[in-house]
């Protein structure tokens, strides 16, 4: 059986994180989709700091319900996570959006 891709329907519109600089940073949520068994969140800084980049990270729920992101370790995970959320976002729309690590 092929992979499954999905977009993910969430009512939230922002997330707060903790950068690794120990900063926290209000980020609006872009989307949520899963490729099998693991869920991605894109994020970017509601702060304007990022201009066309934005964060692609593990997502996932605590036992109370409330989201947990974590970094993408493996190169090739993120180069494909990466590579579903473009052709789930669509090209002309993300031309200009990248990124950071």
């Known amino acids: ?35 099998n068994d693991q869920k991605y969140i894109v994020l970017v800084p509601e702060d304007g700091s990022s201009a066309g980049n934005g964060f692609l990270m593990q997502f996932s729920l605590d036992e109370e319900g409330g989201p947990v992101v974590d970094k993408i370790e493996d190169n090739t995970e993120y180069e494909h996570a990466s590579s579903v959320f473009r052709s789930l976002f669509g090209d002309e729309e993300n031309q200009e959006f990248s990124f950071e690590e």
């Open 1 to 35: 059986m092929g992979e499954i891709t999905e977009e993910i329907r969430t009512d939230k519109e922002q997330l707060t994180i903790l950068t690794d600089d120990g900063r926290e940073l209000t980020c609006q949520i872009i989307m949520i989709f899963r490729i």
